[in-house]
């Protein structure tokens, strides 16, 4: 069974900083690209960024480019999403995602 499981969320001021983790298991982690996703309150599903099987190429949105930072450990079956300079924009539940399959979520709030 494919489980995904953020962590790391929480209430930061506009300007700060958090790091999220997501911890897969049940398929072979470091065979596939994963992905983070992002919805804020009221609207749809954003992406944010994605990072490569073995981490040597990531992209990101326009909105995140140059404040967040994606990248895996692969030994310890973990992805991160590193998130600084944080906007009250940034504000929403942010997702881990491989396939078909997605975490449980984890909320970032930014806000003074």
């Known amino acids: 069974e494919v489980q995904l499981v953020e962590s790391g969320g929480g209430l930061v001021q506009p300007g700060g900083s958090l790091r999220l983790s997501c911890q897969p298991s049940g398929f072979a982690f470091s065979s596939y690209a994963m992905s983070w996703v992002r919805q804020a309150p009221g609207k749809g599903l954003e992406w944010v960024s994605d990072i490569n099987y073995n981490g040597g190429t990531t992209t990101y949105a326009d909105s995140v480019k140059g404040r967040f930072t994606i990248s895996r450990d692969n030994a310890k079956n973990t992805v991160y999403l590193q998130m600084n300079t944080l906007k009250p924009e940034d504000t929403a539940v942010y997702y881990c995602?491989?396939?078909?399959?997605w975490g449980q979520g984890t909320q970032v709030s930014v806000s003074s």
């Open positions: 995602n491989v396939y078909k399959y």
